[in-house]
């Protein structure tokens, strides 16, 4: 798989992010044409204490072809638009990465 990945830094104004992601940011990645997979997940701490970024949104497609052209749709062309303001800022970070991974055994399938 190849996903695309916005990583949100915390900011003053917490509900102008969220008023951002949740009614522009959002429905724009969830139009996407390609779209397999989206993981969402508001950062909370790191190991050491507080952490500079506040989410990491993850959309997922078949392939790095798969996302280029959801990113040439309508949708796409729109979503980069509104996300290109936030990475002049530097407000988020943003990057295409190839994605693998295994699936672990819980602790209850270990046990039968």
Same mark, same amino acid.
């Given at each position: !798989?190849?996903?695309?990945?916005?990583?949100?830094?915390?900011?003053?104004?917490?509900? /102008?992010?969220?008023?951002?992601?949740?009614?522009?940011?959002?429905?724009?990645?969830?139009?996407?044409?390609?779209?397999?997979?989206?993981?969402?997940?508001?950062?909370?701490?790191?190991?050491?204490?507080?952490?500079?970024?506040? !989410? !990491?949104?993850?959309?997922?497609?078949?392939?790095?072809?798969?996302?280029?052209?959801?990113?040439?749709?309508?949708?796409?062309?729109?979503? !980069?638009?509104?996300?290109?303001? $936030?990475?002049?800022?530097?407000?988020? /970070? $943003?990057?295409? /990465?190839?994605?693998?991974?295994?699936?672990?055994?819980?602790? /209850?399938?270990?046990?039968?």
């Amino acid at each position: !798989m190849f996903k695309f990945v916005v990583i949100y830094y915390r900011v003053d104004d917490e509900n /102008a992010l969220e008023t951002f992601f949740t009614e522009t940011h959002l429905p724009l990645v969830e139009a996407l044409p390609g779209l397999r997979r989206l993981e969402i997940g508001r950062i909370t701490t790191q190991p050491f204490g507080p952490s500079r970024f506040y !989410m !990491m949104v993850e959309a997922y497609f078949d392939d790095e072809t798969a996302l280029r052209q959801g990113l040439v749709s309508q949708p796409g062309i729109a979503l !980069m638009n509104e996300l290109r303001p $936030w990475s002049e800022n530097r407000l988020i /970070a $943003w990057f295409y /990465a190839d994605s693998f991974g295994e699936d672990k055994e819980s602790a /209850a399938d270990e046990e039968e």
